[in-house]
């Protein structure tokens, strides 16, 4: 089986400041992790993903992800917040075996304030 | 820019009637979902097809949903009968899911309510 924790419902940051929300994952074989974000009434959208290869992966709007194998972890960053980064972000993961759907985190909702 | 179009938007039904949901995958994509999302449960993954074959529908109700894709341009989910806790907003993304390309677009999603 496959799971993603997202251990905070909400986050809170001030514009300019460095953000960080959190997933660690479970899964058999090889992880693929991705992120995705959700702004009201829409579908998510698709930020970044690691399949192999460096841990630190670059995606879109300036985000980027550490990929950790040691703690399972693959932590959303970002270095300076923007109040239009304020959203509902999804972490998800599939193996390389078995099902391969994603499953996804219950999100986290990051706040940026003025 | 190509998008996964999801019909209706929103959907008002009463406990016992029939609601199709309807998906227009993007051209060239091979693989479609339907995911599931509420408060309580989150994103639940519900049934996915690969070249229009089903692949897995172990998050289905089986009883009461069904979910099919007649032609490579449009994916239906259908709930009969409905009833109050299949209120939820329903998803559909479609992508090619392997490789150094894989990603899922996700439709704007159909808000149903079962009164």
């Known amino acids: 089986a496959q799971s993603v924790a997202q251990p905070e419902d909400q986050v809170n940051v001030a514009e300019g400041n460095p953000l960080t929300v959190k997933c660690t994952y479970s899964?058999?074989?090889?992880?693929?992790l991705f992120w995705y974000v959700q702004y009201p009434n829409r579908g998510l959208q698709f930020l970044l993903k690691?399949?192999?290869?460096?841990?630190l992966v670059k995606g879109s709007y300036g985000f980027e992800a550490e990929f950790n194998k040691s703690q399972t972890s693959f932590h959303l960053k970002k270095p300076s917040a923007l109040v239009s980064d304020s959203a509902l972000y999804f972490c998800?993961?599939?193996?390389?075996?078995?099902?391969?759907?994603?499953?996804f985190g219950s999100g986290t909702r990051l706040q940026v304030q003025p | 820019d190509a998008r996964v179009t999801q019909t209706p938007r929103h959907k008002v039904t009463e406990m016992g009637q029939e609601v199709t949901m309807r998906c227009q995958p993007i051209?060239?994509?091979?693989?479609v979902f339907w995911y599931r999302q509420t408060m309580m449960q989150g994103l639940e993954l519900l049934a996915y097809?690969?070249?229009?074959?089903?692949?897995?529908d172990s998050g289905m109700p089986k009883d009461r949903f069904s979910a099919e894709m007649p032609d490579a341009t449009l994916a239906t989910l259908k709930i009969q009968p409905s009833e109050p806790r299949d209120s939820a907003v329903y998803f559909c993304?479609?992508?090619?899911?392997?490789?150094?390309?894989?990603?899922?677009?996700f439709g704007s999603g159909t808000q149903l309510s079962v009164l």
């Open positions: 097809f690969r070249n229009r074959a089903p692949l897995d």
């Open positions: 051209l060239g994509h091979n693989t």
């Open positions: 998800a993961v599939r193996g390389d075996t078995g099902r391969r759907a994603l499953t």
């Open positions: 993304a479609s992508g090619q899911p392997t490789g150094r390309r894989e990603k899922l677009f």
């Open positions: 690691y399949i192999t290869g460096d841990n």
């Open positions: 899964v058999s074989g090889n992880p693929y």
